[in-house]
């Protein structure tokens, strides 16, 4: 089984800065892709960002500037770079990662338990 663990989560001013990470541990042979989702209140869950199989890293339109993605493929750990948060981006934060338990093995989707963020003064 695998198993993701996220942190950083947290209460902050607007404009200030967050990092969420994620942590894979488990039977991984590889991770296809990373992905961060969040779900606001009273909405369907989002994505938010996202690096694809072919690493192609993409971005909701309202983060676009203010948030970065990375990974530590070593690590098998995923980022979330939040700067210049605003009242808006108050969410749960999940991660998602499409991991390959064995070669031979077609990528499943794997989440995270969720992390809250709130972005207020």
């Known amino acids: 089984q695998v198993r993701l663990?996220?942190?950083g989560g947290g209460l902050v001013q607007p404009g200030g800065s967050l990092r969420l990470s994620c942590a894979a541990s488990g039977k991984i042979f590889n991770v296809d892709a990373w992905h961060w989702y969040r779900q606001q209140p009273g909405l369907e869950r989002e994505m938010v960002a996202e690096v694809t199989f072919n690493g192609n890293i993409n971005y909701v339109d309202s983060v676009k500037?203010?948030?970065s993605i990375s990974r530590d493929v070593g690590k098998n750990t995923l980022y979330?770079?939040?700067n210049n948060l605003r009242p808006e981006d108050t969410a749960v934060y999940y991660c998602k990662l499409d991991i390959?338990?064995?070669l031979w093995d077609r990528a499943d989707d794997t989440w995270g338990q969720g992390i809250q963020v709130t972005v207020s003064s």
């Open 65 to 67: 500037g203010r948030f």
């Open 100 to 102: 390959k338990p064995t």
């Open 5 to 7: 663990v996220e942190s």
């Open 80 to 82: 979330l770079q939040m």
